[in-house]
């Protein structure tokens, strides 16, 4: 079987054993069976680490049955971690996604002696970001719900946050918590480096490593850390200036908060918006501006390698670079003074035109399905399930059946990405040796 | 002077000579001054044949004011269609914007002895289709209107049609004549061929003459005839199976009409709206779906070397290669046996990612100047003006003054396209020699 088709086949049989469990009536709380669509959607939002919600996972669920979201969820996020960091460590050679025993050779490489390290380092990264998020979101929780719930909630989030999973135990996400600067700081930390990329994550340790030991020699980080924390950075900032001037100058609603309070809202919004999908304040009240500029933040995502989603950094880079080379008429693109493959190009390009057509076909038929809701909402919704973002403007529950099917389908779709899911059911390419001339076209 | 910057330069002039003539009396139907921004926005709207009105042409302005409209998009429609072919010849060698000689060598090009020629020839061409339209819209138009405004009415609704500018004399586009097949396939035949380039109706000329005179020897059609023709007919058979399926099935607005009937208003709506901007059926009636629909050919466009506007076909196609080719696991992209070059393939990227950020750009600006408006009807309305369409939700002439102004701003860009217009600001580029080590990434 094919690298893809095992990707595309774990994550399907993960989300069906999630929905069956989800079902059965220890997961509820009042005791009884769940209902079928609800179960589903759950469990895929779970798996996808979307965080989109039919239910209100705080008081529908019972804590076995929300134990069991924070399981699928942490499954959801380590998979696509290890998995995606596989293909990063595969794109060092010519990038193949089909063939297994190529990823086996990238393992051998001097430096890493085995996939099993990977993945063992992979899980204790996870873990000690984990609990050191837990312990301190443990004082802000335990202030207000005591030991026993305080600890559970402190758990629940720590993983969802850094999984970029986006549930919470409460129905309204963070708006009650919106001027903790502890807890806003601790999530936003969580989700941006549950966000960036375990490699990322790894280049920063053998940096401080270095650091530490007083080594001074010059320590190359990659292309993929260049990028990946400059665009997050970059982003941020814009997040942060374009939730300041759009959405926080209403004094109605942010009028009696401080500046400072106003800034740990957009920070926070900012950063959980590209991804992570909590919120810390109401999304039902966001002007048309303000739920645009989220959308084009949700479609964008996170960075390659982590737990996020979207188009992701590096695909925006690689497509911006394109733009300013042919704007400054070079022939090569170049990042960071290093050369950008063509065929890096066309699957940025791939993964921008399939993304755009996933998006589009998914909220033609939920137009259709669900005729009577305002379009900014369901193109909303659509985008944040394709991202796995889990933002919504409320609209979830309402859904048609048919509606709730479509998104499930989106996330899905969404995270396994649109390219992976293609070359799984094609299988493998039929290699072709003729080679034609070259023609030229006046395009735009 | 640079060739982008003279392009630009020329597009800014005939608007700004254009608004002050819209300005005077004689252009107004009562005699009157006209609104300074009412006369820029129809000026902008007409010279970059977009088509979109805060006016109504055929009240608002008089006889003469709607004949200069009319000269000021066969101007605009002209200007295009000469300066764009210009550049497809060019292509012919390495493609390159800013050098004016570059472009008198390819006119020296064998088979084509000078600019004035094109220049005459494609003059010709355009005269030849508006009179044959106008003879065709005749006996319709006399048979309503008399004589005397009948002839005026088929002149300019043919150099409407023929140059996509969606100028109607008609306060409601051709709703009137929905079901008036001549009037139907007349203005559909005018629209696709304006649209479609000046460079295939050549060669289909050639092709035709050839079989004329007998010769059956193999004529080779370029790549850039194969992909407009090819793209443009999947796009109106795709349209005319996504407005039948989507909203001419609502048995209160369409269940009096027969199927024939629906098929025009299909065939005419999936014609006209990729760029041409005439509507046959009411489009503030239509579903969310429709809309989306809508926006996205509209977003899709002509064909290069046409009147029309949005990306254009050629791009679309270079994209949807590329993606294909990077599912087929190939290193080249290829269309019908010619391989498209990487700068072809950045040059679509960065049209799109230029085209889609002046969308954003637009949509949210005017979603904070005109906050009460559905986001569709915003959304739908820059991407018309960006598009060069003119179909509108009706929310044009409502439009706060700064909202106006961003529209034309946005039909400006649209018609002379981002990347050139951007080349035009920053110049010629320093070349460089350096050549950079290449490393991989992961996008998406
Ligand atoms: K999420
Ligand atoms: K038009």
């Known amino acids: 079987m094919t690298v893809s088709r095992t990707i595309c086949l774990g994550f399907l049989v ?27 959607f759950t469990s895929a939002s779970a798996v996808c680490v979307t965080g989109l919600v039919v239910a209100d996972t705080g008081t529908d669920f019972s804590f076995w049955g929300q134990l069991l979201i924070l399981l699928l969820t942490q499954i959801g996020g380590l998979g696509y971690m290890t998995t995606t960091t596989f293909l990063i460590l595969l794109t060092g050679k010519r990038f193949d996604l089909r063939h297994k025993r190529a990823i086996q050779q990238a393992l051998d490489r001097p ?6 390290n ?7 990264t996870t873990l000690i970001f984990e609990v050191t998020g837990m312990l301190l979101l443990l004082p802000v929780f335990v202030k207000d719900s005591g030991w026993q719930r305080g600890i559970w909630l402190a758990i629940f989030h720590s993983v969802s946050a850094w999984n970029n999973s986006g549930f919470s135990l409460f129905s309204d996400s963070f708006i009650r ?26 280049e920063m340790f053998f940096w401080l490593h270095a650091r530490w030991n007083g080594k001074h020699e010059t320590l190359t980080f990659s292309l993929g850390f260049k ?6 950075i970059a982003l941020i900032i814009l997040g942060i200036i374009a939730f300041s001037l759009v959405e926080l100058r209403v004094p109605e609603r942010f009028g009696s908060l401080s500046s400072y309070e106003r800034f ?102 939920i137009s259709i399905t669900d005729p009577n809701l305002p ?20 609209i979830t ?26 070359s799984s059911i094609f299988g493998d390419p039929r290699p072709t040796q003729i080679h034609y001339p070259e023609e030229s076209l006046l395009v735009g």
Chains 1, 2 share one sequence.
């Not at 960071?336 to 998914?362: D, H, M, P, Q, W």
């Open 375 to 394: 379009f900014i909402q369901i193109l909303f919704e659509v985008v944040s399930a394709f991202a796995t973002v889990g933002l919504s403007t409320g």
């Open 177 to 202: 918590y919106q001027s903790s600067a502890l807890l806003i700081f601790t999530i936003s930390a969580l989700v941006i480096l549950g966000g960036i990329g375990y490699q990322v994550i790894l």
């Open 264 to 365: 740990l809202i957009a920070l926070f919004q900012s950063v959980s918006t590209r991804t992570a999908g909590f919120n810390s304040i109401d999304i039902y009240k966001m002007s048309n501006a303000g739920l645009f500029i989220v959308i084009a933040l949700m479609f964008i995502g996170a960075s390659p390698g982590g737990t996020g989603g979207g188009i992701k950094t590096a695909t925006l880079r690689v497509l911006t670079s394109c733009t300013k080379s042919i704007l400054q008429g070079k022939e090569e693109v170049i990042i960071y003074e290093r050369k950008v493959s063509n065929s890096l190009i066309f699957k940025a390009t791939g993964v921008l035109i399939g993304s755009v057509g996933t998006v589009i076909i998914s909220t033609v038929i």
């Open 227 to 232: 990028v990946a924390t400059s665009t997050t």
């Open 118 to 124: 990977i993945i063992r380092s992979i899980v204790a």
């Open 111 to 116: 430096g890493i002696s085995g996939s099993s």
């Open 397 to 422: 529950a309402g859904l048609s059946s048919l509606g709730k099917i479509i998104l499930i389908i989106t996330m899905y779709i969404g995270r396994v990405g649109i390219l992976l899911l293609m």
């Open 14 to 40: 993960v989300i069906a054993v999630g929905t069956i469990l989800l079902m059965m009536p220890f997961a509820n709380s009042a005791g009884i069976w769940n209902d079928p669509i609800v179960s589903l």
